[in-house]
């Protein structure tokens, strides 16, 4: 899609963006030593932690880019999202 003049610039960068952006679940929960632990099960051994939720859930989004790109690099199928979450009751 192509779009001119200035606003067509601006649209052009939004989709862009969109494009580049994907969605990937990731499970958060606290580890043994006080830090908590974050992975995407979607992608196996992305797995990284962080002192704070936030620094966790910034370190995976830097681990999923960082996974992708070196598959892409590589030539290697990038998996699909695939997962559902479920609570259980037991």
């Not at 610039?9 to 862009?16: D, P």
């Not at 962080?50 to 830097?62: C, F, P, Q, Y």
Request: glycine fraction near 8%; proline fraction near 6%; aromatic fraction near 6%.
């Amino acid at each position: 899609m192509d779009f001119s003049g200035k606003m067509g610039a601006r649209l052009n960068r939004v989709i862009f963006s969109a494009e580049a952006m994907q969605m990937r679940q990731v499970l958060l929960h606290p580890g043994v030593d006080g830090y908590w632990v974050v992975e995407c099960p979607s992608l196996p051994g992305c797995v990284t932690q962080g002192k704070t939720k936030e620094e966790a859930l910034a370190n995976i989004k830097e681990a999923i880019r960082g996974y992708v790109a070196s598959l892409r690099q590589d030539g290697l199928p990038v998996p699909e999202e695939r997962f559902d979450a479920l609570l259980v009751a037991v």
